[in-house]
């Protein structure tokens, strides 16, 4: 029985990868004015993210109502999942797995399900698993190259693989260093007064994501050099067992991931250690200067 993969864009699922293991990605959509740029492959990170560099860009004028660049996405519609569920019916899929950012965060899973049920009714003998990752980013990734690993074994049905990949979703640790509270106050996300007060008291905050794919406060930091040693230090508190690897995530700024990519090796020097750029959906509301530890606790008979 043939299993194939779909997943979201904002998984930052490296393209080559996914066309070389003929997965399907179903594209966010980012708003910039009055523009509506697709997440796909052809998606210019870079120059997405030096729209953030100018300082104008948060400034807001309350008796001209004035604002100037706000981020914006928007989640993928039902149709465009269906397409993708279509196509992987097309070359012979006979289970499809989906594997999307979390419910906590986005109303994209909500569409697969719709798409999968419309599917599934015309096409009884397929099924469609959707798997909430509880997180966004790699931690999609190493579920997605979890269940590639699981279908190559050719001994797990589709609900087998589903299953797994859903206990296993809460066992990748995310932490993410925001260096600036501005983004998340200029999408509305925080008030004003505690952006000022956070602003006063320059305060680096630190976010995780819990069981259910919501995101909590995890800690907090005067500077970045100090929130880049918190983070690490927050992905192995309270840990089940050694990291099987890490994973950081990136917008704009490269140098930081680097940074703590050495202080992981000081910790760590052999565990592997991926670098990343995230799109433009998964940042948008937190910065582009937002770094995004991922810490993989899964299991290892899934990987053998």
Known sequence: MSIRIVTDSA??????FAKENKIKVVSLYVMVHDEVLVEDENF????????????????HIPKLNLY???????????????????????????EIIVINVTAG????????????KKVMRKHSDVKIHIIDAKSASYPEVILIRMALNLIKKKKYSGDQIAKILREQAIKIRTIILLPTLRYLWKGGRLGTSKFLLGSLLRKKPIV???????????????DVEEGLQES????LENAPKEPKAFSIVYGSRKDYA?????????????IKIEI??????VLSHLGPESIGLITDYTDDEYWQ
Do not use: C
Request: glycine share 6%; no cysteine; aromatic share 10%.
């Open 11 to 16: 998984s930052d699922l490296p393209w080559d």
């Open 44 to 59: 210019d990170r870079d120059s997405y993210y030096k729209l953030f560099e100018d300082e104008k860009a948060f400034l």
């Open 68 to 94: 100037s660049f706000v981020p914006k996405t928007s989640q993928p519609n039902p149709q465009d999942f269906e397409k993708a569920y279509l196509e992987q019916i097309a070359e012979g899929a006979k």
């Open 105 to 116: 965060l986005s109303g994209t899973t909500n569409s697969s399900n719709l798409a999968a």
């Open 208 to 222: 995780t994501m819990d069981e259910e794919g919501k995101v909590h406060p995890a800690g907090e930091a005067t």
């Open 232 to 235: 690490l230090r927050l992905s």
């Open 258 to 270: 680097e940074n703590l990519a050495e202080k992981i090796r000081e910790k760590y020097p052999k």
């Open 276 to 281: 990343a750029q995230s799109g433009g959906s």
